[in-house]
């Protein structure tokens, strides 16, 4: 049992004293700029100085609530005898962003952590939610090591067309498809562009943002309840204003996020993640954010994990409801609660208490939106990690969102060379193709896109569409979003573009996919494979400079995370002089 009656800093023990408290010129400097803002030392002396990272932009679209949630966040700050400043830091704009958010993860993740380094800040709020904003702020926290809450941006309103619900993504990909097959004109097609995203707040499907902030509820990072609360409820402008009240007390009692991020904390992370049918994005960054803790993450702990925990939030994509009938059925703790046999409940969290003491009490209040466990959605997690000759470091399926009868199945590969290839073929009337057929797409991971785009729920063609068909093996070295489904394996490592088996396969070659038995094969000889190989060449480099060029040397693959190589967890970079 955590001990969580922690010793109080005193006033001097403050790391923001080293910049205001000394009587030199350089701390009059530090004073003398802070009441050039209209503050008095009264605001600041013997107070905590509390960083809220604010990831608002005019193009995150999901966090256009955070300018007034900041407001509200500092609120709590003052109230609790804190000194509360705001700081813009780079937002990852999962609708606008090309060729990727996840490109730019790592970057936010470096701006985030030198933010709060430079800065004389005793502990910080994080402000994300959207996609990728969640692990990158996290991650650059963890690397930072101060006091942190997260606060998660919350779900937006469910989407409407016309008296039909609508799930953001993941309706979008149906009905596209509902489109290609003809069966919905342009006028239905512009009323669902009306209603499928109607309030601020991040994707309200069991995407990456809500698998995301799930799981850092889950870790210890955020309020217990929190991460569910629909971003327009008024109760997220008091979970807001109590984040800021809790940030002051933590950052007395120094809690960081060392002491919170465990290995079991972790594992309980990853049993959330199955259990809520959870977006295969979350297992590269949970690897990315378990790293950055200095803790190793193989893939084979998701496949672990996953054996031995049922689905049983029925959210969208895999389910059929969306977060705000979770937050309605009791929220993320009522889920907890549900599974608590299979969590560490003695993990130590941001309130000061335990997992278990967080969750004490908490009720379902819809058995049809957090099933029973003896009425999964799936009686083993959301996603499989598979190993085979295609995929020797691996890669992963979400079983939940795909056909069943395709999770055993061997066809011939229609091959893709790009995403360009793609596009410019696969509604083309004369392409060789059959419902039996596996596509394939190469150059979609990390460094061969750049940036590992969500590319992974490979469109089905549209003579096939007309025929019916509106599921097919697809496999790629790319992601999917959170929202999609389908029958996608996804996340190929090592990917094409470092000459992974995946770059070797050729139309028509025969593959084999069984979920069950976690194989994927390639029905091609070793001899024929290593004579590919041999004839294999590497793309020219994409980049002959800037951040382009740094990511491509320096991140990692799927299975290891996608950080960069200098941003794994080390010896700890030294505090700041104040000269
Ligand atoms: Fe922001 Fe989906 S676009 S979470």
Redesign the pocket.
């Given at each position: 049992m955590p001990n969580t009656i922690r010793p109080r800093k005193q006033p001097h023990e403050l790391r923001s004293h080293r910049w205001f408290g000394p009587d030199d010129l350089r701390s009059f400097g530090h004073r003398s700029r802070a009441k050039q803002m209209g503050f008095s030392r009264e605001d600041w002396e013997g107070k905590p100085v509390i960083g809220i990272l604010n990831t608002w932009s005019d193009l995150?679209?999901?966090?256009t609530h955070f300018r007034q949630r900041a407001e509200e966040i500092k609120r709590g700050v003052w109230q609790a005898g804190g000194f509360p400043v705001e700081i813009p830091v780079m937002t990852l704009?999962?609708?606008f962003m090309k060729p990727s958010s996840m490109f730019y993860r790592n970057l936010a993740a470096m701006e985030s952590e030198e933010t709060i380094r430079c800065h004389p800040l005793d502990a910080v709020v994080l402000m994300g939610?959207?996609?990728k904003?969640t692990p990158a702020l996290i991650m650059g926290a963890t690397s930072a090591d101060i006091p942190a809450i997260f606060l998660p941006?919350g779900p937006?309103l469910k989407g409407n067309w016309n008296g039909t619900t609508l799930g953001?993504?993941t309706d979008a990909w149906k009905y596209w498809a509902e489109r290609g097959a003809g069966n919905i004109n342009e006028c239905q097609w512009r009323e669902i562009e009306d209603g499928i995203?109607r309030s601020p707040?991040?994707?309200m499907t069991m995407?990456?943002?809500?698998t995301m902030t799930a799981i850092a509820e889950t870790l210890g990072l955020c309020l217990t309840g929190s991460s569910s609360i629909p971003a327009v409820h008024s109760a997220h402008s008091r979970m807001a204003t109590q984040t800021g009240r809790r940030i002051v007390e933590m950052a007395w009692e120094d809690l960081k996020p060392s002491d919170i991020l465990t290995a079991d904390a972790f594992e309980n992370a990853i049993t959330v993640d199955m259990a809520i049918g959870g977006s295969t994005n979350a297992i590269i960054h949970l690897i990315a954010m378990a790293g950055r803790a200095g803790l190793p993450l193989p893939l084979d702990t998701f496949d672990k994990i996953s054996h031995r925990t049922p689905v049983i939030a029925n959210l969208r994509p895999s389910g059929e409801y969306l977060m705000e009938d979770l937050h309605d059925a009791g929220g993320l703790p009522a889920l907890l609660h549900r599974i608590r046999p299979l969590l560490h409940v003695n993990c130590l969290t941001i309130t000061g208490k335990t997992l278990g003491e967080n969750i004490e009490g908490a009720q379902v209040y819809n058995d049809k939106v957090i099933l029973p466990l003896d009425q999964p959605l799936s009686k083993a997690g959301a996603t499989f990690v598979l190993r085979g000759n295609l995929a020797p470091d691996g890669c992963v399926i979400k079983p939940t969102a795909a056909e069943p009868r395709l999770l055993k199945h061997t066809g011939p590969a229609l091959v893709f060379h790009d995403y360009a290839d793609l596009k410019k073929r696969i509604d083309d009337e004369s392409l060789n193709v059959t419902a039996d057929s596996v596509i394939v797409l190469q150059s979609g991971g990390p460094i061969g896109a750049p940036g590992m785009p969500e590319w992974g729920m490979l469109p089905i063609p549209k003579k096939l569409l007309k025929q019916g068909v509106r599921d097919m093996v697809r496999i790629s070295d790319a992601r999917m979003?959170?929202?999609s489904y389908g029958t996608c394996v996804l996340h190929v490592s090592p990917e094409s573009a470092l000459g992974g088996p995946i770059a070797l396969v050729r139309d028509g070659d025969l593959i084999e996919l069984d979920v069950q038995a976690r194989r994927i094969h390639l029905h091609v000889s070793d001899e024929e494979l290593a004579k590919r190989r041999a004839e294999w060449k590497p793309a020219p480099p994409r980049f002959e400079r800037g951040y382009g060029q740094l990511f491509c040397q320096q991140t990692t693959q799927a299975h290891e995370g996608c950080d960069f190589v200098f941003l794994h967890h080390g010896k700890p970079t030294p505090e700041p002089d104040i000269y």
């Open positions: 995150a679209t999901c966090h704009s999962e609708s939610g959207c996609d904003t941006a937006m953001s993504g995203a707040g991040h994707c995407g990456t943002a809500s979003s959170g929202t």
